[in-house]
T-cell receptor, first 115, second 116 residues
Framework: AQSVTQPDIHITVSEGASLELRCNYS??????LFWYVQSPGQGLQLLLK??????LVQGIKGFEAEFKRSQSSFNLRKPSVHWSDAAEYFC?????????????FGRGTSLIVHP | KAGVTQTPRYLIKTRGQQVTLSCSPI?????VSWYQQTPGQGLQFLFE???????NKGNFPGRFSGRQFSNSRSEMNVSTLELGDSALYLC???????????????FGPGTRLTVL
C-alpha cells in the first residue's frame, strides 16, 4: 500500500523568504503525485501534479515541485513567500485503479508566514 | 462556471442516527469522489463514482455508502453514526476522459458533520 510522509508539521517563514515543503512517498510503481493547499474553512485546491515526463513541475501561485525517484521525494518550493500563502499544504500519492486513481494524503504541513 | 457545491455546509446529529450529504459537481464533470478529513486520521479517500457506478472505494466500514445520479450529482450516507464520524466531508469532481482518469479534481468547501 502507498503512504506519504510530510516530516514537518509546522513551518514558519518570513514574507519574501524562500520555501521548501518536504514530501516522501512509498509506492511500488510509478506514482501520481500531487500537492494541495487548504485555507481555513475552504476545500482543497490543487497546486500541481506529476504523472510522467519532466520531473520539475510548475504549478499555480508560483509553486513548483521536483520529483526525485531515487529519493522517493516530491518537495514543494516557492522562491518568495507571500502572506497569503499561509495555509495547510498536503502532499498526496495516487495509486492507479480502475482507470482512475486512489489518493493517499500526507498529514499536512501548516505554513505560517511572518511579516 | 459554478464550482462544486455541497449541502448542507454544517450538520449536527446524535449517535445512532443516519445522515445524507449531497454534492453537485461542476457542470460537465462525470466523476465524483468523497473524502473524510479529521484531526486524528487526516484526509482519507472514501469512494469515487462515475456514471452512477462506484469505481473505487477506500477502507471504510459498510456504514458509509454513496450513490450517483444520472445528472452526476452524488450523495453519501452514513448510517448508525458514531462519535468518530465527526469530520469535514469533502467532495471533488473531475472531468473523466475516456483515455484514463488523470484529470484534475476540483474540491467543494465540505460539509462539517458533528456527532453528539
Amino acid at each position: 500500500a502507498q503512504s506519504v510522509t510530510q516530516p514537518d508539521i509546522h513551518i514558519t517563514v518570513s514574507e519574501g523568504a524562500s520555501l521548501e515543503l518536504r514530501c516522501n512517498y512509498s509506492y511500488g510503481a510509478t506514482p501520481y503525485l500531487f500537492w494541495y493547499v487548504q485555507s481555513p474553512g475552504q476545500g482543497l485546491q490543487l497546486l500541481l501534479k506529476y504523472f510522467s515526463g519532466d520531473t520539475l513541475v510548475q504549478g499555480i501561485k508560483g509553486f513548483e515541485a521536483e520529483f526525485k525517484r531515487s529519493q522517493s521525494s516530491f518537495n514543494l518550493r516557492k522562491p518568495s513567500v507571500h502572506w497569503s500563502d499561509a495555509a495547510e499544504y498536503f502532499c498526496a500519492v495516487g495509486a492507479s485503479s480502475g482507470g482512475s486513481y486512489i489518493p493517499t494524503f500526507g498529514r499536512g504541513t501548516s505554513l505560517i508566514v511572518h511579516p | 462556471k459554478a464550482g462544486v457545491t455541497q449541502t448542507p455546509r454544517y450538520l449536527i446529529k446524535t449517535r445512532g442516527q443516519q445522515v445524507t450529504l449531497s454534492c453537485s459537481p461542476i457542470s460537465g464533470h462525470r466523476s465524483v469522489s468523497w473524502y473524510q478529513q479529521t484531526p486524528g486520521q487526516g484526509l482519507q479517500f472514501l469512494f469515487e463514482y462515475f456514471s452512477e457506478t462506484q469505481r473505487n472505494k477506500g477502507n471504510f466500514p459498510g456504514r458509509f455508502s454513496g450513490r450517483q445520479f444520472s445528472n452526476s450529482r452524488s450523495e453519501m450516507n452514513v448510517s448508525t453514526l458514531e462519535l468518530g464520524d465527526s469530520a469535514l466531508y469533502l467532495c471533488a469532481s473531475s472531468l473523466f476522459s475516456a483515455s484514463g482518469g488523470t484529470d484534475t479534481q476540483y474540491f467543494g468547501p465540505g460539509t462539517r458533520l458533528t456527532v453528539l
